[in-house]
Nanobody
Framework: QVQLVESGGGLVQAGGSLRLSCAAS????????MGWFRQAPGKEREFVAAISWSGGATYHADSVKGRFTISRDNAKNTVYLQMNSLKPEDTAVYYCAANSRSVATMARGMGMDYWGKGTLVTVSS
């Protein structure tokens, strides 16, 4: 069993930065592919970024490529999402997710084993 708890959300002006964190419980964290999804008001949840268990492979959605960076620290059981050059359209609840499959599977929004409860990011114009 893995529990995921997100933090770091808040209100920021357009062009600003935030770093989200997702702390995981359980000794098997390092064996999971980890990722971030987001859901804006009135929209479906969408994939943002994923990272392999070793950190050696990452994948970012086109909408955030070059602005967001996913990383992980297995010693701290934590995955991060550094968000720079934020835009109002990045406003959403951001969810952390874990799967025991692959970055590619997570990027297709499939096979999630665990979800966090989310943290709200609001970007003002």
């Amino acid at each position: 069993q893995v529990q995921l708890v997100e933090s770091g959300g808040g209100l920021v002006q357009a062009g600003g930065s935030l770093r989200l964190s997702c702390a995981a419980s359980g000794r098997t964290f390092s064996s999971y592919t980890m990722g971030w999804f987001r859901q804006a008001p009135g929209k479906e949840r969408e994939f943002v970024a994923a990272i392999s268990w070793s950190g050696g492979a990452t994948y970012h959605a086109d909408s955030v490529k070059g602005r967001f960076t996913i990383s992980r620290d297995n010693a701290k059981n934590t995955v991060y999402l550094q968000m720079n050059s934020l835009k109002p359209e990045d406003t959403a609840v951001y969810y952390c997710a874990a799967n025991s499959r692959s970055v590619a599977t997570m990027a297709r929004g499939m096979g999630m084993d665990y979800w966090g409860k989310g943290t709200l990011v609001t970007v003002s114009s």
